[in-house]
C-alpha cells in the first residue's frame, strides 16, 4: 500500500463562527486503530442508526492489511474516517450482490463507509475521499462496491455523486433496506437519462422492479412527495442502449 498523503484546508463550524482550518488526509496505520475505534464510536453515538455504519471491528482488519483506512486530521486529532475492506466475507457478498464472476475477487473493494465530525459536515468529505481511495486502490483493484440506506440520503447522493450506480436493492444485515451501488474503474459506465424513471425513496417494493426491467439509479432528488431516485438506463460500450 502506497504512502500517500494531501494536506488542505477545510471549514470548521463552532458557534456562532466559520473558520477555514488546516487538515491532512493520509492513510491510517495500527497506531491509529485506538483513535479510529473512539472516532467511529463516538459518530455511531450521536447519528443514533447503527444500520448506517460497519461493524467496528472492520477497521482494525482494514488497517491490518485486509483492506485501508483513510483519515483527515485536523488540530491534532482525527475528523474523518474512510474505510475500505478487502475481507473475504464482505467481498464474497459483494461478489454475489454484483454477479461478477469468482475470478474478479482479487479486484474488488468493499467501501465500507465515511464518517464525519459534525463541527466539519458540509465540507464534501465523502466526495474527495472517494477520489482520494480511487487513487490507493487503481489499477489493480477496479471494481468498487458499496451499500446505502434509503434513509441516509447525504451518504447516497455522495455516493452517486462519485460515479456509483445503484445496481441493486435488497435487504441486509439483519433485515435493513440497502441501495446496493457499483462502480467500474476500468469501464465507467454512461447512464441514457432521457425517458428516465422517478421512484420515490421510501417505496422499496418498487425499486426491485425496475432495476430489474434494466434500469439503473444515477441520482436522487427532490420532490414535493419525498426523495426519489432517478433511473435510466447503463449505455453498451459501443453508445447503444443495454438491453434490459
Given at each position: 500500500m502506497?504512502?500517500?498523503?494531501q494536506?488542505?484546508?477545510?471549514?470548521?463550524r463552532?458557534?456562532g463562527l466559520?473558520?477555514?482550518?488546516w487538515?491532512t488526509?493520509?492513510?491510517?496505520?495500527?497506531?491509529?486503530?485506538?483513535?479510529?475505534l473512539r472516532?467511529?464510536?463516538?459518530?455511531?453515538?450521536e447519528?443514533?442508526d447503527?444500520?448506517?455504519?460497519a461493524?467496528?471491528n472492520?477497521?482494525e482488519?482494514?488497517?491490518?492489511g485486509?483492506g485501508?483506512?483513510a483519515g483527515?486530521?485536523?488540530e491534532?486529532r482525527?475528523?474523518?474516517l474512510?474505510?475500505?475492506s478487502?475481507v473475504?466475507?464482505?467481498?464474497d457478498?459483494?461478489?454475489?450482490?454484483?454477479e461478477l464472476?469468482e475470478?474478479?475477487?482479487?479486484?474488488l473493494?468493499?467501501?465500507?463507509?465515511?464518517?464525519?465530525d459534525?463541527?466539519?459536515?458540509?465540507?464534501?468529505i465523502?466526495f474527495?475521499?472517494y477520489?482520494f481511495m480511487?487513487?490507493?486502490?487503481?489499477?489493480h483493484r477496479?471494481?468498487l462496491y458499496t451499500t446505502v440506506?434509503?434513509?441516509?440520503?447525504?451518504?447516497?447522493?455522495?455516493?452517486?455523486?462519485s460515479?456509483?450506480?445503484?445496481v441493486?436493492f435488497?435487504?441486509?444485515?439483519?433485515g435493513h433496506p440497502?441501495f446496493?451501488l457499483?462502480?467500474?474503474?476500468?469501464?465507467?459506465s454512461?447512464?441514457?437519462t432521457?425517458?428516465h424513471?422517478?421512484?420515490?425513496?421510501?417505496?422499496y417494493d418498487?425499486?426491485?422492479?425496475v432495476i430489474?426491467s434494466?434500469?439503473?439509479?444515477?441520482k436522487?432528488k427532490?420532490k414535493?412527495t419525498g426523495m426519489a431516485?432517478?433511473?435510466?438506463?447503463?449505455?453498451?460500450e459501443?453508445?447503444?442502449?443495454?438491453?434490459?
Amino acid at each position: 500500500m502506497p504512502s500517500v498523503s494531501q494536506q488542505f484546508f477545510l471549514q470548521k463550524r463552532e458557534l456562532g463562527l466559520i473558520r477555514p482550518v488546516w487538515c491532512t488526509m493520509r492513510l491510517l496505520t495500527r497506531g491509529d486503530i485506538p483513535e479510529a475505534l473512539r472516532f467511529h464510536r463516538r459518530i455511531t453515538e450521536e447519528i443514533g442508526d447503527e444500520g448506517f455504519f460497519a461493524e467496528a471491528n472492520t477497521i482494525e482488519e482494514s488497517i491490518d492489511g485486509e483492506g485501508a483506512v483513510a483519515g483527515v486530521f485536523a488540530e491534532g486529532r482525527l475528523i474523518a474516517l474512510r474505510a475500505v475492506s478487502y475481507v473475504d466475507e464482505y467481498v464474497d457478498d459483494a461478489l454475489v450482490d454484483l454477479e461478477l464472476d469468482e475470478s474478479e475477487k482479487g479486484h474488488l473493494a468493499v467501501m465500507d463507509f465515511c464518517i464525519t465530525d459534525s463541527a466539519f459536515r458540509g465540507n464534501n468529505i465523502q466526495f474527495f475521499t472517494y477520489l482520494f481511495m480511487e487513487t490507493i486502490l487503481y489499477p489493480h483493484r477496479y471494481h468498487l462496491y458499496t451499500t446505502v440506506s434509503p434513509k441516509n440520503i447525504f451518504s447516497l447522493t455522495n455516493v452517486l455523486k462519485s460515479g456509483f450506480l445503484a445496481v441493486r436493492f435488497k435487504f441486509k444485515y439483519g433485515g435493513h433496506p440497502r441501495f446496493v451501488l457499483y462502480k467500474n474503474l476500468r469501464k465507467p459506465s454512461a447512464v441514457q437519462t432521457r425517458g428516465h424513471r422517478e421512484i420515490l425513496l421510501r417505496n422499496y417494493d418498487y425499486h426491485p422492479k425496475v432495476i430489474a426491467s434494466g434500469f439503473v439509479g444515477y441520482k436522487v432528488k427532490h420532490k414535493s412527495t419525498g426523495m426519489a431516485m432517478l433511473y435510466g438506463r447503463p449505455l453498451a460500450e459501443d453508445g447503444k442502449k443495454s438491453s434490459p
